[in-house]
């Protein structure tokens, strides 16, 4: 298994402000996957975070609006540029790919709220 | 992206009755993974069903996989209020993931 931590765990923003969200992971892993999910909805697979090249966005996705970095193999990061309302969502980090099992393990969260 | 679908979507149970979620895809699955998401939480990875056919039971849950590969169930045997949450499938195609609708399951003691 992982642990993963995310910072912050909620925010509120103001439109048209970026936020970046920080995923930690205390083991080095493969596959680090960037969701939305907005509330009493299911999640919805945002971009594919690939260490040392660009990240692969998923339809609907672009880089420009959810910029992501990935500098090593522990660690990514999400930017929700440009934010409106209808940006409010929580926003998960997970891994995958331990031990070549496709099992995803979650990070708590962060709780966007743009006003 | 790809979306596998869950029915019912909400289903409210006296505690000690069974439940069943129900993941239906048009295509065939490689495999299907089973998520439980308690209120306020994020999703914990239950189950992975790789082989047609395939029953696999962790304590009251059984899970099951389709024969043709395109469905599965997850059916729990006298729920508890610690069932409380919302079951979700998910399937990967290469390294995507996408998750089914989920089934929101509220227990009532």
């Known amino acids: 298994s992982a642990v993963i931590s995310q910072k912050p765990s909620r925010d509120i923003c103001q439109r048209g402000t970026s936020l970046t969200i920080q995923c930690q992971v205390d083991s080095q892993v493969t596959m680090m996957f960037w969701y939305r999910q907005q509330p009493g909805q299911s999640l919805t697979l945002i971009a594919t975070?690939?260490?040392?090249?660009?990240?692969?966005?998923e339809s609907g996705f672009v880089i420009d609006k959810f910029p992501i970095s990935r500098p090593n193999l522990t660690f990514s990061t999400l930017t929700v540029s440009n934010m409106s309302p209808e940006d409010s969502s929580i926003y998960l980090c997970s891994v995958g790919g331990l031990a070549g099992s496709y099992e995803q393990y979650f990070g708590p969260g962060t709780r966007l709220t743009v006003t | 992206g790809q979306q596998v679908m869950q029915i019912p979507q909400y289903q409210h149970v006296q505690e000690g009755e069974d439940f069943t979620t129900y993941c239906n895809s048009s295509?065939?699955?490689?495999?299907i993974q089973w998520y439980k998401q308690r209120p306020g939480g994020h999703p914990v990875f239950l189950i992975q069903?790789?082989?047609?056919?395939e029953v696999k039971k962790q304590k009251r849950l059984t899970f099951q996989f389709g024969e043709a590969k395109k469905n599965s169930s997850l059916h729990i045997t006298a729920t508890q209020t610690t069932d409380v949450g919302t079951y979700f499938c998910?399937?990967?195609?290469?390294?995507?993931?996408?998750f089914g609708t989920g089934t929101s399951l509220t227990v009532i003691p």
């Open positions: 069903l790789v082989k047609s056919g």
């Open positions: 975070a690939n260490q040392g090249s660009e990240a692969t966005y």
């Open positions: 295509t065939t699955l490689s495999n």
């Open positions: 998910a399937q990967n195609t290469g390294n995507q993931f996408y």
